[in-house]
């Protein structure tokens, strides 16, 4: 009788294939369509060259288990996250109802004197609160331990001294005296965190996951060093932080960036002898939220959510739809509470801890991303660490923000909604404005920003600028040319009228003249191309087209420009725009 207990020997009749048997295969494949393997590799803004296959000769060091040193599959043993809710102004009826509809924990980004007010039937034991007062996190921090004092039972939360964070948003002189005095009054609170090391900063400047992973290290390591020197032994120093990080569309890249961040600060905590996990708040990311389809950035912000939620962040903070627009309505925090509810108690994320460890991939993502980080890290501290080294910091993330807008102007980085695929006849969003965000220090981009300007310009003009798609021969000769043409200029704000079906020259000059447009570009096939474009080009400018443009790249013939996948997307909006004279 076969042993029960024995080993299933699976697939062990077949031969064991080898990476470059694959890689053959795969170049077979490609050859037939033209395209090369490099179309199938792929580089992160920190350098990290991602490949198609991962196999276990792409090996990393040993993670060890959940709750363990270094902490890499995370720093607990049972899964699950806390559903922290950000609310920007006070208001006791939105946050009872994030408390009584799903959310964990509150994140209050209000002025101290309207804490007391908005907690007042908040039961304090059962919802951590953490509190973000800014440049006033003195005042903040001290209001919410003196409410903390009337708790019935332990409570939990932080008290948001991050004297670093606000001068990197603002260059103020830090005040590294307020964290002392807010680590003393909170010594009765052994639950309780003092201090954010907050790396949406960096990352909201246009900064890469490795330049946030390694600035926001830098500013831990001042804390330790600040409150070391203070007399905080440096087992508890460890423990009065917390930490703030972006989770993004890049789902893959989310979950390395938290596992990464944890075995960095496990090296950092290992060196003083104070070996703690990392405490994590995830927050899905500002940057990648759009104002034009903001409908879409329920997508965005489910994929980082569940980014964060399996590379084990304690808390995740999903942020609403229309958050780029102004402050939330209640639907808006209802979806955005809904969305963790959803991924928690029907996806069951929460069920097993780092179900992405011992994935090749994520795996060797994790160590690549963890080395380019303590490499930015050293040059951090190389240049006298923070704040001293922000020029440094500053210099090196305003280069990865150009190389990053160049690839969203280009369309490399596509924003679904926005530059691609947009919606020209979508009804604005409209919300009562959020209090504005100090400035001075790292700027606060968005990756949508510059083809949103763009649509905000064409709106306002007393003439909608248009660009007439002429379009060659039957249908099917120009749909795949012409709907592109469209989804590039609508992306800008700008009307496509098209010509349809048509016949010969004479056909598209007289619908060209029916448009109104000034502006034309042709749409076809190559083999239309060949036969009509120069002479439609002419005839176009002879009926007062100021520009010809050409979908494509194939024609000879006289044309003003070109459009084409890859093409200088934002660029050519911007050029059309000018030659309308529509202000920008």
Not at 67 to 95: C, I, K, N, S, Y
Not at 214 to 235: C, I
Not at 313 to 330: N, Q, R
């Amino acid at each position: 009788m076969m042993d029960p207990i024995g080993e299933l020997p699976l697939a062990a009749d077949f031969a064991t294939p080898d990476r470059e048997q694959w890689r053959e295969l795969v170049l077979g494949v490609l050859a037939k369509s033209g395209a090369d393997y490099s179309t199938l590799e792929s580089t992160t803004y920190d350098g990290i060259r991602v490949h198609p296959l991962y196999t276990a000769a792409d090996t990393a060091p040993d993670g060890g288990l959940p709750g363990t040193t270094p902490f890499t599959r995370g720093g607990r043993t049972q899964g699950g996250w806390d559903v922290r809710q950000l609310h920007r102004v006070p208001d006791r009826e939105a946050v009872l109802a994030d408390l009584e509809n799903g959310a964990t924990s509150l994140w209050l980004k209000i002025p101290a004197e309207s804490l007391a007010p908005v907690l007042a039937e908040v039961y304090l034991d059962l919802a951590p609160v953490v509190v973000d007062g800014g440049s006033d996190f003195l005042a903040t921090g001290r209001e919410i331990l003196g409410i903390w004092e009337s708790a019935p039972g332990e409570v939990h939360g932080n008290v948001g001294a991050d004297p670093l964070g606000v001068f990197v948003r603002t260059r103020r002189e830090p005040d590294f005296a307020a964290l002392t005095d807010l680590v003393r009054r909170a010594e009765r609170f052994p639950a309780v965190r003092v201090a954010v090391v907050d790396g949406l900063p960096f990352h909201e400047a246009g900064g890469s996951d490795a330049e946030e992973l390694g600035a926001s290290l830098a500013v831990a390591v001042a804390y330790l060093r600040h409150l070391v020197d203070a007399g905080v032994p440096a087992g508890k120093a460890v423990r009065l932080l917390e930490f703030r990080y972006a989770a993004t569309a890049d789902q893959f890249l989310t979950i390395a960036k938290f596992r990464a961040a944890r075995r960095l600060w496990a090296r950092v905590t290992g060196v003083v002898d104070a070996p703690a996990p990392q405490v994590q708040h995830a927050v899905t990311s500002p940057a990648m939220t759009t104002r034009r389809d903001p409908w879409v950035n329920m997508l965005r912000t489910t994929v980082a959510c569940f980014g964060a939620g399996l590379g084990g962040a304690d808390s995740v903070t999903v942020l609403p739809f229309d958050h780029a627009i102004g402050l939330p309505d209640d639907f808006s925090r209802r979806i955005a509470r809904n969305t963790q509810s959803l991924l928690i108690e029907e996806s069951r994320l929460g069920g097993v801890v780092d179900p992405a460890g011992g994935s090749w991939y994520v795996e060797r993502l994790t160590d690549d991303l963890a080395h380019a980080a303590w490499a930015w890290f050293r040059e951090i501290e190389a240049a006298g660490g923070l704040p001293q080294a922000f020029d440094l910091v500053e210099e090196r993330i305003a280069a990865t923000w150009a190389r990053r807008a160049a690839n969203l102007a280009d369309r490399t980085d596509a924003i679904t909604g926005v530059s691609e695929f947009p919606n020209p006849t979508e009804t604005p969003v409209v919300r009562t404005p959020a209090p504005e965000e100090p400035g001075g220090g790292l700027p606060r981009v968005r990756y949508a920003q510059a083809f949103e300007a763009l649509r905000d310009a064409a709106e306002v003009s007393p003439t909608r600028p248009a660009v007439f798609l002429a379009t060659l021969g039957p249908v099917a000769a120009h749909t795949a040319r012409a709907g592109f043409a469209a989804n590039l200029f609508q992306a800008g704000g700008i009307d496509t009228p098209t010509a349809g079906a048509t016949t010969g020259v004479d056909d598209v000059v007289a619908r060209f003249r029916e448009s109104g447009a000034r502006i034309a570009c042709l749409c076809g096939s190559e083999k239309s191309y060949a036969e009509l474009a120069e002479p439609v080009a002419d005839a176009l400018r002879a009926a007062g087209a100021e520009r010809v443009l050409l979908a494509g790249k194939e024609s000879t013939a006289r044309v003003d420009g070109y459009v084409f996948t890859g093409c200088p997307a934002l660029d050519v909006l911007e050029q059309t725009f000018d030659a309308l004279g529509v202000a920008r």
